[in-house]
């Protein structure tokens, strides 16, 4: 059995958007946004192995992935660089968070990494540092790494840690791939909306901007959104193409699940509020 102090083998968690606006746009194109994460005890699961040489090696059920693309990759380097640190690493993936659904994976996957490595190449870097790094990689790995539900701001790096009462979703995902890129240059998206609280949130006064337009570019969305709505409240998650529903139990959650139809996938899952990816460091080494 491998040293538990040269391999770890950690959740990256999904999450999702409880609502999603753009307020407005920086000079550099950059859109600003408001949301509020939630993380959902549903992983991809990362396992790293500390290497002698300042090697990354990635092990991933991604074939389509060269690995200098992928975010995994990019995180082990950019940590090792940072560092110095002439340890390497090998990574091994093993996905469940389908690509391209706006859940998260790619973003959690590399805060998982960072995290991790920091542990394992015992670099001692704190949790805003790790986080600063993070956003190099991409907007939404700060919110990863930091692993609390928050209220997001600015492109999705201001964060603020609130308190989001848990319940048990169904997250139905058609099988379908969004190009995030594709949807920020789409000309029906709404790019001024009013400024959000908390209690317009609450107020049930929140969307997802980018809802109607993956609704509009891909049926599958929309077609999957009416079959959920029969059951619940349903919105887009992200800017891709997974949606979902909060219901009052598990077991609620799970027999809307067995009707789901056989061209679209899906999964239950309970919110988190602590990201799992720590639930699971606290006990290692607490």
């Given at each position: 059995?491998?040293?538990?102090?040269?391999?770890?083998s950690?959740p990256?968690?999904a999450?999702?958007?409880?609502?999603?606006?753009i307020?407005?746009?920086?000079?550099?194109?950059?859109?600003?946004?408001?949301?509020?994460?939630?993380?959902?005890?549903?992983s991809?699961?990362?396992?790293l192995?500390?290497?002698?040489?300042?090697?990354?090696q990635?092990?991933?059920?991604i074939?389509d992935?060269?690995?200098?693309?992928?975010?995994?990759?990019?995180?082990?380097?950019?940590?090792?660089?940072?560092?110095?640190?002439?340890?390497?690493?090998?990574?091994?993936?093993i996905?469940?968070?389908?690509?391209?659904?706006?859940?998260?994976g790619?973003?959690s996957?590399?805060?998982s990494?960072l995290?991790?490595?920091?542990?394992?190449?015992?670099?001692?870097?704190s949790?805003?540092?790790?986080?600063?790094?993070?956003?190099?990689?991409?907007?939404?790995?700060?919110v990863?790494?930091?692993?609390?539900?928050?209220?997001?701001?600015?492109?999705?790096?201001?964060l603020?840690?609130?308190?989001?009462?848990?319940?048990w979703?169904?997250?139905?995902?058609?099988n379908?791939h969004?190009?995030?890129a594709k949807?920020f240059?789409?000309?029906?998206?709404?790019?001024?909306?009013?400024?959000?609280?908390?209690?317009?949130?609450?107020?049930?006064?929140?969307?997802?901007v980018?809802?109607?337009?993956v609704?509009?570019?891909?049926?599958?969305?929309?077609?999957?959104?009416?079959?959920?709505?029969?059951?619940?409240?349903?919105?887009?998650?992200?800017?891709?193409?997974?949606?979902?529903?909060?219901?009052?139990?598990?077991?609620?959650?799970?027999?809307?699940?067995?009707q789901?139809?056989?061209?679209w996938?899906?999964?239950?899952?309970?919110?988190?509020m602590?990201?799992?990816?720590?639930?699971?460091?606290?006990n290692?080494?607490?």
């Amino acid at each position: 059995m491998a040293d538990p102090l040269l391999s770890l083998s950690l959740p990256a968690p999904a999450k999702l958007n409880l609502f999603l606006h753009i307020t407005g746009q920086r000079a550099d194109g950059y859109h600003l946004l408001q949301t509020l994460f939630v993380f959902l005890d549903y992983s991809d699961t990362i396992t790293l192995t500390v290497l002698p040489q300042a090697e990354i090696q990635r092990i991933s059920t991604i074939v389509d992935v060269p690995a200098e693309q992928d975010l995994v990759v990019r995180a082990a380097k950019l940590l090792q660089q940072v560092t110095q640190t002439p340890k390497g690493v090998s990574i091994q993936v093993i996905k469940r968070l389908p690509m391209g659904g706006g859940l998260g994976g790619g973003s959690s996957d590399a805060a998982s990494v960072l995290v991790g490595l920091n542990k394992l190449w015992d670099c001692g870097l704190s949790i805003d540092e790790l986080a600063a790094l993070g956003l190099r990689l991409g907007a939404d790995v700060p919110v990863f790494v930091k692993g609390q539900s928050a209220w997001a701001e600015g492109v999705g790096e201001i964060l603020q840690a609130v308190s989001v009462p848990q319940q048990w979703y169904v997250v139905v995902h058609p099988n379908v791939h969004i190009s995030t890129a594709k949807l920020f240059a789409h000309p029906a998206l709404t790019r001024n909306c009013q400024a959000s609280t908390m209690a317009t949130f609450l107020a049930g006064q929140t969307t997802n901007v980018f809802e109607p337009v993956v609704k509009e570019a891909c049926p599958a969305v929309a077609k999957a959104h009416n079959w959920l709505s029969q059951f619940a409240k349903t919105s887009l998650t992200g800017s891709g193409a997974c949606l979902f529903a909060a219901f009052e139990s598990q077991l609620e959650a799970e027999q809307v699940l067995l009707q789901l139809p056989q061209q679209w996938s899906g999964f239950v899952a309970q919110s988190q509020m602590i990201s799992p990816l720590y639930q699971v460091l606290n006990n290692q080494y607490s």
